[in-house]
């Protein structure tokens, strides 16, 4: 009996702190359905209607299929390869580094990596594009000082984007995997050798396995920082190299057309399409890679 | 030895497993020089490659703002930084809107991270999905989002009153609709450290005791949560400053002028070394930001670890 008044008393406060608690989330959930949501139920909105002012909308797929045609379908094919293509380098070149320090006796080397890594992962926009200008431009000084022009070289072409967007994937990459590789156990190794496997083998059987679902994850998501990344593109390729960042960004201040921002709007419902494929398998293989490497 | 490292090196091409080979105490035991050499060239040469290419490109941008050919070295490209028109009210503009949104991310976030500790699962689950949602849309789709809804705005709203408000969050000034949108865009990151913040603190047992000395909810909060929560909310500040003062994409799509995009219109209207030395200014200040950041939340961590 006397029990029973007890129980009852934490019982009745739950659920008021439970109400409170509701209550100090409410400004935050307001805020971001108005300030994010309507913003992208307009996207979604105007990516399948025609917009002229004074008339109503009407329903339309072709917003959808003109931006995935003709220029557009390049410009989306452009940032899905770039994406892809130095998002890859950037893993090998990532997990390259992050093992060499991660193997590495001197503690200051694995501090001054971390923390440089942490700066350039931010490091991106303009800044960034300006530093490559100078340096690899046709105007910069290792260009003019080692004559890469007459060799065929141009910063302003794909391969030029790659190597400028290597600069903040790898430090991502790096920060990402060294959990991962401070996880693999040094047993692990030892077994492995005790029972006669070299390196390579160690390797290919053990670590490589446990480490793939943090390799994946850190693929994916570099692609999608990659993917959408627009000021370095901008400040420094103008529209010469296919992007479709630039494309939206292209049709949005051209104002000339409305139906160009409609396009505009179809594209970015790609863009998220991609953004939220990328979420899709980034978050499963993060659940993953945390089951094995605890 | 010429041999040895020569096979060392074709291993290399092969990711990791020749760096690594050496660290297990296996592999140093065995006391095979070639084991030796091979992780010494590998760790060498991937440090070595990496190193030359995020430093080369920082050295030759400071080379270049200070290469004023033909007369050699120059600091004008820096003494400039104090007269060139338009860069102050640019960055005024930058720094007034990272303090908007700093106080935004803070005014919305801190009472829902405290609520989330306190709370079901289910209240996490949704404040989680809520701050993660805005990585699912670039930037660039936000802001053509945005501009949907201006032009929606400025086609129908004319008639109504409620067109001065309209035309007030667009104030050059202080453009309320940038604030929004770089609100939205701190938010996933914001979220993250302060959630971490909050979980190194017994939050439940520290209100209970504050309550039991007789404060009030609120007070307790103010007094005894907040001043544990310095280092990550000083985390979230400076990573919302380092946002806001890089922003380039909204702001240059939506024709406002803050401190990125007039760098570079400043380039492209022919004031090149001034402007790349702004950049490179405003990069370095930025690092040694972080860098103090990381240093300091490393030494706050290592004395709480003492304690």
């Known amino acids: ?294 | 030895m010429a041999g040895v490292t020569a096979s060392a090196l074709t291993t290399e091409g092969r990711p990791a497993p020749s760096t690594a080979n050496g660290s297990g105490p296996a592999g140093a035991r065995g006391g095979v020089l070639a084991g030796l050499a091979r992780i010494r060239w590998g760790r060498g040469t991937v440090l070595l490659v990496a190193g030359l290419y995020f430093l080369v490109p920082i050295a030759t941008t400071l080379w270049f703002t200070v290469d004023n050919s033909p007369q050699g070295f120059s600091l004008d490209a820096y003494r400039q930084i104090f007269t060139v028109p338009g860069l102050w009210p640019a960055l005024q503009l930058s720094l007034l809107l990272a303090v908007g949104t700093i106080v935004l991310v803070y005014l919305l976030l801190i009472p829902a991270v405290v609520a989330v500790r306190l709370g079901s699962p289910r209240l996490r689950t949704v404040v989680e999905l809520t701050c993660t949602l805005p990585l699912v849309v670039p930037t660039i789709a936000l802001t053509a989002g945005i501009s949907d809804v201006l032009r929606w705005c400025n086609d129908n709203l004319a008639p109504t009153p409620f067109y001065a408000t309209f035309l007030d969050a667009q104030n050059a000034n202080f453009p309320v609709v940038l604030l929004l949108a770089y609100v939205v865009m701190a938010l996933p990151l914001a979220f993250r450290t302060l959630d971490a913040g909050m979980r190194a603190l017994d939050v439940r047992t520290l209100l209970e005791a504050a309550q039991n000395n007789g404060a009030s909810r609120a007070r307790a909060i103010v007094t005894v949560i907040l001043p544990n929560l310095r280092s990550a909310m000083l985390n979230t500040a400076f990573i919302t400053l380092a946002l806001v003062l890089g922003e380039f994409t909204v702001a240059s799509i939506l024709g406002y002028v803050p401190f990125a995009v007039w760098i570079v219109n400043g380039n492209s209207a022919g004031q090149g070394p001034v402007t790349v030395a702004v950049s490179i200014v405003s990069l370095l200040l930025t690092w040694v930001l972080l860098l103090v950041l990381s240093v300091g939340s490393e030494r706050r961590g290592r004395a709480q670890a003492q304690h």
């Not at chain 1, 390869?81 to 580094?97: D, F, M, Q, R, Y």
């Open chain 1, 1 to 294: 009996m006397s029990t029973a008044p007890l129980s009852a008393t934490p019982a009745r406060r739950r659920p008021q702190r439970a109400a409170a608690g509701r209550f100090a989330v409410v400004p935050l959930l307001l805020f971001v359905a108005v300030a994010f949501g309507v913003p992208a139920l307009a996207m979604a909105y105007g990516a399948f209607t025609t917009y002229n002012p004074g008339k109503p909308s009407q329903y339309t797929m072709g917003n959808l299929t003109a931006s995935l045609q003709g220029g557009y379908l390049d410009a989306l094919l452009g940032s899905v390869k770039l994406s892809a293509l130095s998002a890859l380098i950037s893993v090998v070149a990532g997990l390259l580094v992050a093992q060499a320090v991660v193997t590495s006796r001197f503690a200051f080397l694995r501090k001054a990596v971390l923390s440089a890594s942490g700066v350039l992962a931010n490091f991106g926009g303009v800044p960034l594009a300006f530093a490559f200008m100078a340096t690899l431009g046709n105007a910069g000084m290792l260009t003019t000082k080692l004559h890469l022009d007459q060799h065929g070289w141009s910063l302003y072409s794909f391969n030029g984007l790659t190597l400028v967007y290597l600069y903040f994937l790898i430090p991502l990459m790096v920060l990402s995997v060294i959990p991962s590789l401070d996880g693999l156990r040094r047993q692990w190794r030892e077994a492995a050798q005790n029972n006669g496997a070299t390196g390579w083998q160690y390797w290919r059987h053990v670590a490589l396995p446990v480490l793939t679902p943090s390799l994946l994850g850190g693929f994916v998501l570099l692609f999608g920082s990659a993917f959408a990344a627009y000021a370095t593109a901008a400040a420094m390729v103008g529209a010469t190299v296919p992007l479709i960042t630039l494309q939206i960004a292209t049709a949005l201040s051209g104002n000339v057309d409305p139906n160009a921002t409609n396009i505009a709007l179809a594209m970015s419902l790609d863009m998220v399409v991609i953004a939220t494929l990328v979420m899709v398998v980034y978050i499963p293989l993060q659940r993953r890679s945390a089951r094995w490497l605890v």
